[in-house]
């Protein structure tokens, strides 16, 4: 059972999985010592051949960390590189001192905006990652423009204009919700 969770998650197993699953912890910690697995960080493991998932095993540390700003322009194909410093958002009353130690870069919502827009996308490694939607995402780099590389805001702004899948609906309902109905009128032009 555990080699076919460890092929199912591309070379990466959780110990929470495995008990979830039924299985004791000493029959676990046998199988990682067995399969030679090293230990990525507290409770997650992955094998030696696997390309590590560095997106998906920080998102498996901090569960309340959301892909956000630049990390989900590069997630959602709107930007041309990868962002470094990876990039999350937390609820205000998180404490992410250990995602700062990491060098991750924190933004933080007000409880009743952190959830917004919240969807499932493939990490780079092919696991299910948390990251906010197109329309949350533009919201938000519209709100952190003046922080952002002009290059990478212009080329955000005009690739998501471009894209098929946007929803114009969304984006208004959006900007309503975060107050910024005016900053994304002024920022993104054609919209309203």
Same mark, same amino acid.
């Given at each position: ?43 997650? =493991?992955?094998?030696?051949?696997? &390309?590590?998932?560095?997106? +998906? ?5 901090? &569960? ?29 009353? +998180? $404490?992410?001192? @250990? ?8 933004? =933080? /919502? ?25 329309? @949350? ?6 709100? @952190? ?8 805001? $212009? +080329? /955000?702004?005009?690739? +998501? ?6 929803? =114009?609906? @969304?984006?208004s309902h959006y900007a309503a919700v975060l107050n910024m109905e005016r900053k994304i009128r002024e920022k993104i032009g054609v919209l309203f």
């Amino acid at each position: 059972m555990l080699e076919t969770m460890l092929t199912e998650n591309n070379g990466i197993l959780k110990t929470a999985d495995a008990i979830a699953a039924g299985i004791t912890k000493d029959a676990f910690y046998q199988f990682v010592k067995n399969a030679g697995l090293e230990k990525a960080a507290h409770g997650i =493991y992955i094998a030696p051949d696997a &390309l590590t998932d560095e997106m +998906y095993l920080l998102q498996a540390q901090f &569960l309340k960390a959301v892909y956000s700003h630049e990390a989900a322009l590069y997630l959602h194909d709107l930007a041309e590189r990868e962002p470094t410093p990876l990039t999350v958002t937390v609820a205000a009353s +998180y $404490n992410s001192s @250990r995602l700062l130690k990491k060098g991750v870069k924190v933004y =933080y /919502a007000k409880k009743e905006w952190y959830e917004l827009g919240i969807t499932q996308i493939a990490s780079p490694g092919g696991h299910s990652i948390k990251v906010y939607d197109l329309e @949350r995402t533009i919201c938000d780099i519209v709100r @952190r423009s003046s922080d952002m590389d002009v290059a990478v805001f $212009n +080329y /955000a702004v005009k690739e +998501y204009v471009k894209r098929k899948d946007k929803d =114009y609906a @969304r984006l208004s309902h959006y900007a309503a919700v975060l107050n910024m109905e005016r900053k994304i009128r002024e920022k993104i032009g054609v919209l309203f």
